[in-house]
Each structure stands twice: as structure tokens, then as C-alpha cells.
């Protein structure tokens, strides 16, 4: 059964708006109140916002329930990191892969950045690289960004890789 992660987070804006633990169901909250903005601060409380997202919504986007992370930016000592880089872990990977094909794209990569949170120069080559193999791979800030990338995705409305600047 799916939990959301992070209840006390819910909770405390509950309380502020009148609403007793007692009254709480996770399943009572909306898609959209999900996490606020204000209180998300780094790129791991936006992804796990974001599959928490994509598990509501699994129902309208099947496609949502082979979505991944792939966890490249993991720090780790370095004999660990060097048996991941034995066995293939690259540079630049980006966060989070949906194996769906949709449109003339294959699947699509997201990079999920938090804040002013930049890509790096190894980011922004394996991301033009997966677009030049077929693949959406987009940067985006945020959950929220990222869950409009996904739906716009699905819905076949991204033409090129400025997909931002027709929404």
C-alpha cells in the first residue's frame, strides 16, 4: 500500500489550516498540495515529491509505474566508487529514466535539479546524447516542473527539446 514519505510535513500544514490529526488522511490530499514549494529545499526531497506524484497518478498514466531513479550521485567512499565504475556506472546519468516510447521519442530522461541547482558539463553532454539516440532529456527545476514535463510527455505535446516555451 502506497505511504507518503515525510508526514510530519503534511501534518504541520494541516494543523496551520484548522485540521486535527485525528481528521488526517493521506489519501484525503490532492496532487496539487503534495508538497509546497517553500518547503521543499534540496534535489532528494524533489524527487521523492515527484514519485510520490507519479504513484497518485499511476491510474490516469500507466506508463508511470515503470518510471525509475537511477541513483549516479551517490557519495560513497572510494573503493566503492571505483567497483561502480567497474561495473559501468558513468558520469552524468541523469536522475530519473521512463521507459515509456511516446510520439518520436523512445523514452525520456529527466535531470531534476533543486534550487539554482545547474547542470554540469558531463550532464549536459549525456543529455545531448540521448537526444541525438531518439530520447526526450530535458533539465528541469523542481517536482512541479518535472510532473509537467511527464504529463506533456505522455500527452505527445513535446515537438523538440524546448518543450518549457510552448506550455
Known amino acids: 500500500m502506497f505511504k507518503f514519505q515525510n508526514t510530519h510535513v503534511f501534518l504541520s500544514w494541516w494543523h496551520s ?32 515529491a515527484l514519485f510520490q506524484w507519479m504513484k497518485l497518478h499511476e491510474v490516469t498514466y ?21 567497483r561502480m565504475k567497474a561495473e559501468g556506472v558513468l558520469k552524468g546519468v541523469s536522475d530519473i529514466f521512463l521507459p515509456h516510447p511516446a510520439g518520436k521519442f523512445h523514452g525520456l530522461f529527466i535531470e ?29 527545476t523542481g517536482w512541479e516542473a518535472a510532473a509537467m514535463l511527464i504529463i506533456a510527455y505522455l500527452e505527445e505535446r513535446i515537438e523538440n527539446s524546448n518543450w518549457h516555451q510552448g506550455l
Do not use: W
Open 112 to 140: 531534476l535539479k533543486a534550487g539554482k541547482g545547474r547542470a554540469s558539463p558531463e550532464q549536459k553532454a549525456f543529455i545531448a546524447a540521448m537526444m541525438s539516440a531518439g530520447y526526450c532529456a530535458e533539465v528541469v
Open 62 to 82: 500507466p506508463a508511470l509505474k515503470n518510471a525509475f531513479a537511477i541513483p549516479n550521485g551517490t557519495r560513497t567512499s572510494p573503493r566503492v566508487a571505483a
Open 17 to 48: 489550516v484548522g485540521v486535527s490529526r485525528r481528521h488526517f488522511s493521506v489519501f484525503d490530499i490532492p496532487a496539487r498540495m503534495c508538497y509546497k514549494r517553500s518547503m521543499i529545499a534540496s534535489e532528494h526531497e524533489n524527487q521523492v
